[in-house]
């Protein structure tokens, strides 16, 4: 028979650490407060709920190694927005931050969330540190955009359950 292996929404036990840019803090904020209303709302309670901020999306690979590596957080969340302007320069901040946060989640064993917006206009970025629950995937008929915070916060939540559901490996 088959194994299937999936994670449910749900408060685990332990903490979770936030890291957000204050660079374009008007929008990061928006995602800050959806994450953190996501995860209360969900049963993980205010004190076990850590908020870092830091200058800009550049910054949040650095902490965000540093807080998985200490081995107290069940979950990663990293939050920012990039948006682009004149220059290149957004390309590069994304392709970076986006590269990192990935293999600190890799190599950490544990749930390390991509919430940096990487949008062309600050239009898109307002509209996706909105107050609504976004709709999942693009194909879904009526989607909303939504607060990327929202999702951030519970994927971390599902991530974190199914990881305490995989089997161990001695490696």
Known sequence: MTNIYQGNVTAPAGRFAI???RFNES???RLLDGAVQTLISHGVAEGAID???VPGAFEIPTVASRLAADGRYVA???LGAV????TTHDQHIN???SRALA???VRYRLPVLFGVLTCNTLEQAIARSG???ATTGKDAPDKKIGNKGIDCAEAALEMVDLMSKLPSSQS
């Open 27 to 29: 929008i990061t904020s």
């Open 51 to 53: 908020v870092v901020w």
């Open 131 to 133: 107050g609504q629950v």
């Open 76 to 78: 990663v969340i990293c």
């Open 103 to 105: 293999e600190i989640g």
């Open 19 to 21: 890291v957000v840019s």
């Open 95 to 97: 392709q970076a931050v």
């Open 83 to 86: 948006i682009r302007g004149e």
